[in-house]
């Protein structure tokens, strides 16, 4: 009997390689998107134009545009409004990302990480809309995880949780970005995977969507991922009891086969047997939940009333 007309809200995801901007409306339906890419380690000055220029398509509707909000990679400081660490865009490390962004975005706006936003965009519209609680791995140029606790963000006192890919599994291993050695993310990450791939194949792919055949080789890359992913999901899944894991990244979709069954079952080798049986973990079925849940944040300010009512 109900609808509504002609109201939207703006997602911005930032990731290390590229920006994307939706305009969806209350449903979540995409009624506009841009997207600019740029190389690794781009200048806070590129990354914040990109910003801009998306905003400035996406602003151009007619519809009501409520808020917006942004998603962006690394360690952020809520109450100063500051990226205190960003081990894939150094460049934006110190930003006030609320000055920056407010000087040219002109409504109410929203800020989150983007591997919590992902959680998010489950919590919205995926998997995770019929479970309470829930984890959701973000497998990208980085590894983080967002959780969801009582249909609601669980950050941690300091605003950290979810650094699941500064796990260390490999002790003395890989340097890793964040100083330490032998996290997971410099063995499982985008851009580590995509290394061993182009080695392993002489080739130069830029993307691992660009992937199409694979061989023994690399289904052993792939496999060998997985496997380094569940010693870690064994961590969570202890720590946590999780209802549902949900993986989000290509090599859980587009490899989903081989990355995902090794994965369940290095997870199962390193966790309790019940806690285990009691934690399922599953594939994302979304498309852009990177920028679905930069979006979902104003969602989040419009249909949510805090401490009482968590969609």
């Known amino acids: 009997m109900l609808r509504f007309k002609d109201n939207a809200v703006i997602g911005i995801h930032i990731s290390p390689d590229f920006i994307i901007g939706v305009l969806i409306d209350f449903n979540g339906k995409i009624m506009a998107s841009h997207e600019i890419e740029y190389p690794l380690f781009a200048k806070r000055e590129k990354i914040i134009g990109a910003v801009k220029k998306i905003y400035e398509r996406l602003v151009s509707s007619e519809k009501k545009i409520h808020g917006a909000g942004i998603c962006i990679p690394g360690v ?4 100063k409004c500051t990226v205190e660490a960003s081990v894939n865009m150094p460049d934006i490390e110190g930003m006030n990302f609320r000055e920056e962004f407010s000087s040219f975005i002109d409504m109410p706006l929203f800020f989150e990480d983007a591997s919590r936003s992902k959680a998010l965009a489950e919590k919205w519209f995926g998997l995770g809309k019929d479970y309470s609680e829930f984890a959701c791995v973000d497998l990208n140029v980085g590894v983080g995880m967002g959780i969801v606790n009582n249909r609601c963000l669980y950050k941690g006192s300091g605003d950290y949780a979810g650094e699941i890919g500064h796990i260390i599994i490999e002790p003395g291993g890989r340097k890793c970005g964040c100083g330490n050695h ?31 055949e694979t061989n023994p080789e690399v289904e052993k890359i792939i496999k060998k991922a997985g496997h380094r992913l569940g010693i870690a999901l064994g961590s969570v899944i202890n720590i946590l009891s999780p209802k549902v894991v949900i993986l989000n990244g ?3 979709n587009k490899h ?14 390193y966790t309790i047997p019940k806690s285990f049986a009691r934690t399922k973990i599953l594939a994302s079925q979304l498309e852009n939940a990177n920028v679905l849940g930069a979006a979902s944040l104003a969602l989040s300010e419009i249909f949510e009333v805090e401490g009482y009512f968590h969609i």
Do not use: H, P, W
């Open 182 to 212: 032998g996290c997971l993310e410099t063995y499982i990450s985008r851009t580590a995977i995509l290394n061993e791939i182009n080695a392993a194949l002489g080739k130069s792919f830029l993307k691992l969507e660009e992937i199409q």
């Open 256 to 269: 989903k086969e081989i990355f995902m069954d090794a994965a369940i079952s290095s997870a199962k080798e």
């Open 76 to 79: 952020l400081n809520m109450e």
């Open 250 to 252: 290509v090599l859980a």
